[in-house]
């Protein structure tokens, strides 16, 4: 009984609160206060509804995108896999970082200006312009249009993972780019190195390493009145996942509270091969995120191929800018914080022979966008499908003469990239690495055209029919007229494609002999003469069911309703019950043969 007499008390209470819950201050219940709430629920339920909606679009399109970067892909892509583990930021700083670089260009020797792009004109840029300043590039200040750059990134503190010191600044305290750069507008971040998992977990499970690096950042941004720090850390594993996320919101929060207008950027991969990133962390603490677009052919590739491919169909890897882009608005990473770094260098490989991914001899090398222009002489030409040119030629060897391949981006193709940027609607992009260019004014005069004026152009690219003359040749004398030839071009080669792809009329042809035939057999099977000659004999039962089998997978696997894993199976379980019809009718075979 005192039970139930406690429970009523309960619920008298309950009742008591709701309604004093709706009463004024003077003690009378309003219907505003009631149709206000009415409506707040409403609104709440609508914007819920928004949001799960949102939620599952973005699950949808990050499941669509693993799909691309699934356990089969990476095991037929293997060597975009060991790709990743090729630090491309530390490999120029182990080579090009040394005075002993053999490939460096004397610019003076070929007569090439080292000049600022229209240093007499200021641009008006509508996106951001970031680029990473490597210290042995020197001078280069003097030779910088800063209209055209939003952000610089000073390249490198080197950290020590076992204190959190310097192991060197490369004179950040000492650098005249810092003044230049803020004379002019431009901000200057300085860029903190790390690469390589073992490093990257000595450091950051190491809080007393952390809490010292944060604290010389400080200082050496205070000293040099530097806009904030840029995080290069390449190679966290999954395991360092957490620490890697605390690391940097510690880090995001203790430089805001030193001066509120600090930034922290980092760079990410183009592949998140190790799904090392905790966005739901990171995106609150970091101001920018920088994709690192290339390196998606190099040192390891089978084949020779764009470094920075936009597309792959079914030639290249599947792993592009695109599906770069994409994972991470997928993960929810807004499209206002992902800044796309395109690569102003190339690679070249020796190769088996001349044609377009041709397999591989030997990795010859990056070379910067300088190099190729001045020391490669060849036809260039154009790959539409990963939009970047490339070319082929030959050298004069010891024993024998040898094909190379050479893939970077031009003036044309770096064109289409930031228009891609734009239909994205990024922050901007990025450049490694200034400097690479010195010498050309080509791509700076595409940054100023596309940039300074918000247009998306439609999605055309350049044509692969496209040939110019040779890489010795300046770009900088394209204008508009040569614009509209290629739109028309790729227009009408796009058309013609679609017409005479030989994918498509060889699929359509097999579809015609798949119909047909196989109305004609149906047909003839009302004929008992037919139906004996097919089927009277196992021999020839057996020889039609494999030819429709198999001419059934491949139409299958062409439309992609079956994958190549499917195809597997299917053709081990054959391949399986042939072998045990052998080897039954071999054993039935022993025992008829036995006394």
């Known amino acids: 009984m005192r039970c139930v007499y406690t429970m009523f008390l309960c619920f008298l209470l309950v009742i008591s609160n709701v309604i004093s819950a709706s009463v004024e201050p003077n003690g009378a219940p309003t219907n505003s206060s009631y149709q206000s709430s009415k409506k707040d629920k409403k609104k709440a339920s609508g914007d819920l509804k928004k949001a799960k909606g949102d939620v599952g679009k973005f699950k949808k399109d990050l499941k669509k995108i693993e799909k691309k970067l699934s356990f089969l892909n990476f095991f037929h892509h293997s060597d975009s896999a060991k790709l990743s583990r090729q630090y491309i930021h530390q490999h120029h700083q182990l080579t090009k970082g040394k005075k002993t670089y053999p490939y460096k260009v004397d610019h003076d020797k070929l007569g090439l200006k080292v ?15 970031f680029g990473f300043y490597p210290y042995w ?8 249009n800063y209209s055209l750059l939003t952000t610089i990134a000073y390249f490198s503190y080197e950290v020590d993972v076992t204190t959190g010191n310097p192991k060197t600044t490369h004179d950040w305290e000492t650098t005249p780019v810092i003044d230049s750069a803020h004379a002019n507008g431009t901000k200057v971040l300085l860029t903190v190195t ?13 809080n007393n390493a952390i809490n010292t690096l944060i604290t010389q950042l400080k200082s050496l941004l205070e000293k040099r009145n530097g806009n904030g720090v840029c995080l290069d850390f390449e190679g966290v594993a999954n395991a360092q996942k957490a620490d890697y996320a605390k690391f940097i919101t510690l880090l995001s929060q203790e430089l805001k509270k030193a001066n509120k207008e600090y930034l922290v950027y980092i760079t990410v991969p183009g592949v998140d091969w190790a799904k090392s990133m905790d966005f739901e962390t990171l995106i609150p603490a970091v ?18 191929g764009p470094v920075d491919l936009l597309n792959s169909g079914k030639i290249w890897e599947p792993y592009n800018l695109t599906t770069s882009v994409d994972y991470y608005l997928a993960n929810q990473v807004p499209s206002s914080k992902l800044t796309l770094v395109l690569p102003y260098y190339g690679s070249i490989w020796e190769t088996e022979t001349a044609n377009k991914g041709s397999k591989v001899a030997s990795f010859i090398g990056n070379r910067t ?3 190729i222009k001045s020391k490669i002489v060849a036809p260039i030409q154009y790959d539409s499908l990963s939009q970047s040119a490339w070319c082929s030629y030959v050298v004069a060897g010891k024993g024998e003469n040898k094909f190379r391949q050479c893939w970077f981006d031009n003036d044309s193709t770096l064109g289409v990239k930031l228009n891609f940027i734009k239909e994205k609607k990024l ?30 152009l439609p999605e055309d690219g350049i044509s692969t029919s496209t040939t110019i003359d040779s890489l010795s040749v300046d770009s900088t004398k394209s204008n508009s007229s040569m614009v509209q030839f290629w739109d028309k071009l790729t227009n009408i080669e796009g058309l013609l494609r679609e017409v005479t792809n030989y994918k498509t009329v060889l699929l359509f042809t097999m579809s015609f002999i798949v119909l047909f035939g196989g109305t004609g057999f149906v047909i003839a099977m009302f004929q008992p003469n037919t139906r004996m000659f097919f089927f009277c004999n196992t ?6 069911s494999a030819f429709v089998l198999l001419f059934l997978l491949v139409i299958l696997r062409w439309v992609n309703v079956i994958n190549n894993l499917s195809i597997a199976l299917i053709l081990g379980f054959i391949t399986g019950g042939v072998a045990i019809y052998f080897i039954t009718k071999i054993v039935e075979q022993i025992n008829n043969n036995k006394p």
């Open 287 to 304: 101001d920018r995120f920088l994709i690192m677009g290339y390196g998606y052919y190099g040192s390891t590739s089978k084949v020779a």
């Open 539 to 544: 021999a020839y039962t057996v020889y039609y």
């Open 427 to 456: 922050a901007g992009m990025g450049i490694w690495a200034l400097g690479y260019d010195k010498g050309y004014t080509d791509l700076w005069q595409v940054i100023a055209t596309n940039f300074c004026n918000t247009t998306v």
């Open 369 to 371: 966008y300088d190099y």
């Open 115 to 129: 000049e600022a792009f229209n240093d007499t004109t200021e641009f008006k840029l509508d996106y951001d312009v």
């Open 137 to 144: 590039e020197g001078d280069l200040h003097k030779s910088l």
């Open 194 to 206: 790390n690469f390589g998992q073992t490093n990257n977990k000595a450091f950051l499970t190491n």
